[in-house]
């Protein structure tokens, strides 16, 4: 069993940067893909990015593309999501997910074995 435990949310204005982390505890993380979600009020949870194992390519949704980067310390079982050039409608629960498995992409849910309780980011304008 994999345990997650996201950290690094908080309250920021527009423009700035956060860096979110994920440790993981249990269960062999180098052979995990990682990802990160998010759900806004009212909305459903949505894909932001995620890395694969060994060399970790990176995938990130078109909303986050060339603002977010997510990367991974496979010593520290720890995946992070920097965030910067935040938005209002960056606004939202984060989530780092894990899967266990192989599949040709890792933007849908259904493929993650593994979630975390979330961190909380609100941007303000």
């Known amino acids: 069993q994999v345990q997650l435990v996201e950290s690094g949310g908080g309250l920021v204005q527009a423009g700035a940067s956060l860096r979110l982390s994920c440790a993981a505890s249990?269960?062999?993380?180098?052979?995990?893909?990682m990802g990160w979600f998010r759900q806004a009020p009212g909305k459903e949870r949505e894909y932001v990015a995620a890395i694969t194992w060994g060399v970790g390519s990176r995938y990130y949704a078109d909303s986050v593309k060339g603002r977010f980067t997510i990367s991974r310390d496979n010593a520290k079982k720890t995946v992070y999501l920097q965030m910067n050039s935040l938005k209002p409608e960056d606004t939202a629960v984060y989530y780092c997910a894990a899967s266990k498995g192989y599949y040709s992409g890792y933007s849908s849910q259904s493929v993650y074995d593994y979630w975390g309780q979330g961190t909380q980011v609100t941007v303000s304008s």
């Open positions: 249990g269960g062999t993380f180098s052979s995990y893909v």
